[in-house]
């Protein structure tokens, strides 16, 4: 047993939940690959998001099983599994499977497996919160580069009436914000030029009479990084913060603030707790404590009931705000969630207003690029092949350049040249 291959859908939180369980694995002498075939342990981090992601797990699984090794061990684990009802009907229909796992106990995998090694009897094991049996800390094993994911807080309080995460997260936790802050420096202090805080709702924080705000202050430093967050809520985020982000040094000119829809109507069928004007005005406070700050949000079509006008708010909205990045998605049914037992659009419908908006999004998407040429922009280098430079601005707009004697971590001037599209070339000044 000495190699293991973990494959994940979904989220950021669930890229670095799975350098959690790698961190498990590589503590045990094993080492990654990438090829289920030569693995030792298979593990499936899933999503249960969307349907798509759930089917896409299915019809995996039916490949994994003849690719795999056949002494090999198959762990599933994640959201998708968290669902008992799910978990269940996944070991009948894959028995092929070794090991089934929700949310909760995925840092005590390595028990698992050993249980699985000793005895040979398969397992399906769900909590219904972390409370079910004793946890235990894990390091992760970090695999994005110049890049450290740092959780804040797990689970979400919301219930988004389209949402299942609350159901298979819990409700919100918020870590000790002491350890948040060591965590940071240790990171720095490894040479890490960017940490993402990861929340479901990371406004939401809260750590006796500290709050998300508190935290960032703390986290503010004289060594050069960039400090970013997700996900923001509409109705916490505060103006505040729109202030802190004016002098701060290491706030990244970035925010991802989901919308969803532009139509109040369909806000408050999905309980969002927040009107479009509302929305404006936060928008307009950040672009006033910060005019080149980057915005980006997920937007929702074919929410049940939606009509055309509704859709149309929604163009509105994204005309208005001039996203320089959109998370463009259909409507998923989620069973369990009361979106579910809304009446229904039919897919001809949806899939006209996502090609709709996706177009309109292109659109100012090139156009926000085209701005950019002759600007010049502090780069963050993330990738590099050969002389060919991949890295992000401040504000998170992706740009490529050549340079021999740039490398990766290093921040870099460089002059906008040329846009296609919305990519974006330049040459270090
Ligand atoms: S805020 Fe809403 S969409 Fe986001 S995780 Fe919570 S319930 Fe889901």
Redesign the pocket.
């Known amino acids: 047993m000495d190699k293991y291959c973990i494959q994940t859908y979904g989220c950021q939180m669930n890229v670095h939940e799975s350098e959690k369980i790698a961190g498990v694995l590589q503590s045990r002498g094993m080492t990654e690959c990438d090829d289920v075939a030569r693995a030792d342990i298979i593990v499936l981090n899933t999503c249960c998001v969307r349907e798509t992601a759930e089917t896409k797990v299915y019809g995996h699984l039916g490949r994994i099983k003849s690719l795999k090794k056949r002494d090999a061990v198959l762990i599933v684990c994640g959201c998708m599994t968290q669902r008992p009802d799910v978990a269940q009907s996944l070991a009948k229909r894959c028995p092929f499977v070794d090991i089934v796992l929700g949310t909760f106990n995925q840092s005590l995998i390595g028990d698992y497996i050993d249980r699985f090694i000793h005895t040979g009897v398969k397992t399906v094991d769900v909590w219904r919160s972390e409370k079910d049996g004793e946890l235990r800390d894990t390091a992760p094993a970090r695999t994005s580069g110049i890049n450290a994911w740092v959780n804040i807080m797990y689970g979400?309080?919301?219930?988004?009436t389209?949402?299942?995460?609350?159901y298979v997260?819990g409700r919100e936790r918020c870590r000790p914000i002491d350890d948040i802050v060591a965590d940071v420096d240790g990171l720095l202090a490894q040479g890490y030029k960017q940490i993402t805080l990861l929340g479901?709702?990371v406004n939401s924080y809260a750590w006796h009479d500290k709050k998300f705000i508190d935290l960032l202050k703390l986290l503010e430093s004289d060594k050069k990084y960039r400090l970013k967050f997700m996900?923001s809520?509409p109705k916490d985020i505060s103006f505040e913060l729109a202030d802190l982000y004016a002098c701060s040094k290491n706030l990244a000119h970035t925010l991802h603030l989901?919308v969803?829809s532009g139509s109040d109507r369909i806000l408050q069928a999905m309980n969002?707790h927040y009107t479009r004007d509302e929305y404006f005005k936060k928008i307009d406070a950040f672009r006033a404590a910060v005019p080149d700050i980057g915005l980006s949000s997920d937007v929702m079509v074919g929410f049940p009931t939606e009509t055309e006008s509704d859709f149309l708010q929604t163009l509105d909205l994204v005309d208005r705000v001039r996203y320089n990045n959109l998370f463009m998605f259909i409507y998923s049914r989620r069973s369990g969630t009361p979106a579910d037992e809304m009446p229904q659009l039919d897919y001809k419908t949806k899939q006209g207003r996502i090609d709709r908006l996706i177009k309109r999004q292109f659109e100012i998407s090139k156009s926000i690029a085209s701005e950019c040429v002759g600007k010049t922009y502090e780069v963050l280098i993330a990738e590099k092949t050969g002389d060919k430079c991949y890295g992000k601005a401040q504000n998170d707009t992706a740009v490529t350049f050549d340079s021999v004697t740039a490398a990766v971590g290093d921040f870099v001037n460089v002059k906008i040249t040329s846009a296609v599209n919305a990519n974006l070339k330049g040459e270090a000044v």
Request: glycine share 0%; proline share 11%; net charge positive.
């Open positions: 979400c309080n919301n219930f988004c389209y949402c299942i995460v609350p997260r479901q709702n996900t809520h989901p969803q969002r």
